[in-house]
């Protein structure tokens, strides 16, 4: 299983959130690059960057970041947050990134989707953000009526085969991951599902990796030391070639 440290920016710092409430924000490296650097230090294989600013606004804002983040390690970078346009990934793919994370843009825009998979392959992952099972739009402060499992099966059957699987109301609580949600997802759609949301232990990543993950995203827990990230990649680490 792949294990993703996150590195959330906000105001071009490295942020944690908790359900996704701006509100509620604990800022933890004022230069994003120096806590990138740290996890792949630790043994990280690859780096997950979300530009929050950029979820909310609907296109890239923390630019500036990522490509500083891409100057510090040589470990592969998957990127979310505002890429709502062919050119925000075109650009996106310039500056280093490998793969990218599309989210509201596929209940907009499902014609980028298809697009952008004919073009880059499994360099496209889609973000499944749900909130009781249903998908939440613009950088979690809207809320769809669309059922992640129905959208994923669809979607799928478009050429995506990454999707990235987060419980919103158990993003930042530490309260352990959505495993029926999980499970059902792993269940129905014959793709690489990556976990994130509430993990908050070592024994939280055996069951997402027990469910049939391909990845766990992990966050607070990390930057709070619940996690000694090198120890996690020793138990359930596995190498994978970047894209």
């Keep these: 299983m792949i294990l993703y440290p996150a590195i959330d920016i906000r105001g071009g710092r490295c942020v944690r959130l908790i359900e996704g ?32 600013d950029g979820a909310v606004a609907g296109r890239p804002i923390n630019g500036k970041a990522v490509v500083q983040i891409r100057a510090a390690v040589d470990v592969p970078i998957q990127l979310g947050g505002g890429l709502r346009l062919l050119t925000d990934l075109e650009k996106a793919f310039s500056a280093g990134v490998n793969r990218v994370i ?17 073009r880059w392959g499994e360099r496209i992952a889609v973000a499944l953000d749900t909130r009781d099972g249903r998908l939440a739009t613009d950088g979690w402060l809207g809320q769809s009526d669309r059922r992640a499992v129905e959208v994923a099966q669809r979607l799928a059957g478009s050429g995506v085969r990454h999707f990235v699987y987060t419980d919103i109301r158990r993003d930042g609580t530490l309260s352990g991951p959505d495993l029926p949600g999980l499970s059902e997802l792993v269940e129905k759609v014959d793709v690489d599902v990556t976990a994130s949301g509430g993990i908050a232990s070592l024994v939280d990543i055996k069951a997402v990796a027990t469910a049939g993950a391909a990845g766990v995203i992990i966050g607070r827990a990390l930057y709070d030391g619940r996690i000694d990230l090198a120890e996690a990649v020793a138990l359930f680490g596995r190498s994978e070639a970047p894209c």
Excluded: K
């Design 21 to 52: 409430d701006f509100d509620r924000e604990t800022a933890y490296d004022s230069d994003p690059s120096l806590a990138a650097r740290r996890w792949v230090e630790a043994g990280a294989e690859w780096v997950h960057v979300v530009d929050l």
């Design 102 to 118: 599309l989210g509201t843009a596929v209940l907009r825009d499902p014609e980028l989707v298809i697009n952008a998979v004919a």
